[in-house]
DNA sequence: ACCGCGATATATCGTGCTGATACGTTGTCT
DNA sequence: AGACAACGTATCAGCACGATATATCGCGGT
């Protein structure tokens, strides 16, 4: 059946990955993992849970944790079926990775995810966002209607997508050199390094 | 009753104050105006549009560009009424102008905006953005379980944030000293900030 | 002893945006 | 002539957001 990998799914069972947690408290944590911007909302968090549980990957279960509050509330849990789930989606590298959202979620799980497959994503996020720089460079043309404003918006966007570029960058050769001496599985596909850094990397659709 | 003025709705009066313009370009402009990163879709536009027409701020009448194609296109212009909506929407800051789309779109049409709404926004952005960056320091706690990957997604957010309160505040400076001659309402809340690494340069000028 | 108030906790609803998809037309390259 | 990219209009399922409703818990004040 193959669901559609919703990116909230996925932090919530990344999150009950490590522990047994509760709405409240849930949305919290979630807040701190994906949340710079706006807030997780109760409207997005509670239909999640219920489409997580309809499809089994989590269940419920009524407690009341004694010493902190003798108030019953309802606790999530992962399933074994949820655990294989989140394991397969954070590892499979689908062309959706690179989104905003998306992305930010998956490097918060980076310390569960192959150092292979971090690379993967990291350099599919890199050449997504130069993506984005080309259009953007290319777009500031017009010449003659030319606000102040505008530009100045423009220049400062560009400027944003090329900070996070060099952080990318960076982030791509740590990983590499950090990889040198640790576990590297034996069976990998012996580096066929057709990637050259920065190249435009052509999304391989799946 | 006083609609509820959804950003893109807005924008899309802002580009048809200028010049009357069918769908496809509609979009095309919008994306270069408010998209620096996903792409408006279709999905949102001709809802916007609809709900425009509905409301009487816009109209549509088909005609055909001659010269450039012979084909028949759905070109909408902006009335009066639309006019008269954008002008007092643009003006009234709402407690929502501070949001990331929201303010973007307002801040590129800032040329169309008077010098004292352009301050007042560009203040609330600042607050909103500080707040933010007060959240996100606050909630760097945890101790003990420090994900390496984590910390420095937190890291580089919060760096950016800060990055853009940067650029807001050298926009406030060069905002107030242009300023100089204009009226300026002496009742200014003065605004007494805190911030040290303000370059005073910020000279745009294209 | 009581009260108010903020934090905890669960839940729903209307509205709007996204990505996918569909379909038809015009212009251009080969 | 036929392929192909760009133009152009449109809809739909799925999902997130903000507002809103409701109720309990723990704390400080009086």
Redesign the interface.
């Given at each position: 059946m193959a669901r559609k990998a919703a990116s909230l799914e996925l932090a919530v069972l990344g999150l009950l990955h490590e522990s047994p947690l509760h709405g409240y408290e849930l949305r919290k944590r979630l807040n701190?993992?994906l949340g710079?911007?706006?807030l997780l909302s109760y409207g997005s968090l509670y239909p999640a849970l219920k489409r997580l549980l309809r499809s089994g990957l989590i269940n419920e279960v009524t407690a009341t944790t004694p010493g902190v509050s003798r108030r019953q509330r309802i606790v999530y849990q992962i399933t074994p079926a949820g655990r294989q789930y989140f394991g397969e989606q954070i590892t499979d590298t689908g062309p959706a990775a690179w989104?905003?959202d998306t992305f930010?979620m998956r490097?918060?799980f980076?310390?569960r995810t192959d150092a292979e497959v971090r690379l993967r994503i990291l350099e599919g996020r890199l050449s997504r966002l130069q993506e984005?720089l080309d259009r953007?460079r290319h777009?500031g043309r017009g010449g003659s209607g030319?606000?102040?404003?505008?530009?100045?918006?423009r220049r400062?966007?560009?400027e944003?997508?090329e900070?996070?570029v060099t952080?990318l960058t960076d982030?791509i050769n740590a990983e590499r050199t950090t990889d040198r001496s640790v576990d590297v599985p034996p069976a990998a596909p012996s580096t066929e390094d057709t990637i050259t850094s920065a190249a435009p990397a052509a999304d391989a659709t799946t």
């Open positions: 701190l993992l710079w911007g706006r989104e905003d930010n490097f918060a980076f310390s984005r953007a777009s030319d606000d102040r404003y505008l530009s100045e918006l400062h966007s560009i944003s997508v900070r996070e952080w982030l």
